[in-house]
Each structure stands twice: as C-alpha cells, then as structure tokens.
C-alpha cells in the first residue's frame, strides 16, 4: 500500500500561481495512477486532474483544462498540480488520490488512497 502527503496550498490572489504535491512512500509509485480532487464548503468532491503510470494518459475537467497541469517525478515519487490563472471559484481543498489500477478508476474517485488534503484560497 501508499501513504499520500499534500502539500502546497496557500492563499493567493486572484491570477497568481500555485504549485501543489502529492508525494507518496511505501510502495512502487510509478505503479500507481494518480488524480487530484476538490472540495468546496458544502459542495460535494469533484475531479480536477489525473495522470497514469506512464504518464501518456491525463485528464482534466473542464474548468481547469488550460490553466491546470498534472505531470509526475517518477524518481521523487510525487506527482504536481501546476495551478495557473487561479479564480476565487478554484477555492478547495485539494486532495490527491491513487490507485494501482487504470486512470478510469483514479477519475471517478473509485481508487483505494487518499491524501489528507491541502487548502487553496483564491481572494478576488
């Protein structure tokens, strides 16, 4: 099995940039597919970002597709979320999700590990 650490998050104003990682231990990471989520006060989690093993496959939704890039360090066992052009509506709390299965699995939020979650403020 993997244990998950986000990190990264912050408060930012609107425009401005943000990096965060999920950097995993315990296991052979580049086995693993590997998404990021979020969830905004009373909103239900919802799919942001996912990338597989061999890093041919991303996905993006469509409110980030453009301003948002997911890629992986094998060797440092983490993956990235570059956040661009952040808006107040990017704000969440972000949480990276893994599994050892197909991306399918990862982008419905189907997988088996979760990070603990990291928190992004975008002000206006």
């Known amino acids: 099995q993997v244990q998950l650490v986000d990190s990264g998050g912050g408060l930012v104003q609107a425009g401005e940039s943000l990096r965060l990682s999920c950097v995993a231990s315990?296991?052979?990471?580049?086995?693993?597919?590997v998404g990021w989520f979020r969830q905004a006060p009373g909103n239900q989690r919802e799919f942001v970002a996912a990338?597989?093993?061999?890093?041919?496959?991303?996905d993006y939704s469509d409110s980030v597709k453009g301003r948002f890039t997911v890629y992986r360090d094998n060797f440092k066992n983490t993956v990235y979320l570059q956040m661009n052009r952040l808006k107040p509506e990017d704000t969440a709390v972000y949480y990276c999700?893994?599994?050892?299965?197909?991306?399918?699995?990862?982008?419905?939020?189907?997988?088996?590990?979760w990070g603990q979650g990291t928190q992004v403020t975008v002000s206006s």
């Open positions: 999700h893994a599994d050892r299965g197909p991306l399918s699995t990862v982008l419905s939020g189907a997988g088996t590990y």
């Open positions: 315990g296991d052979t990471f580049r086995d693993y597919a």
């Open positions: 990338i597989s093993q061999n890093m041919f496959g991303r």
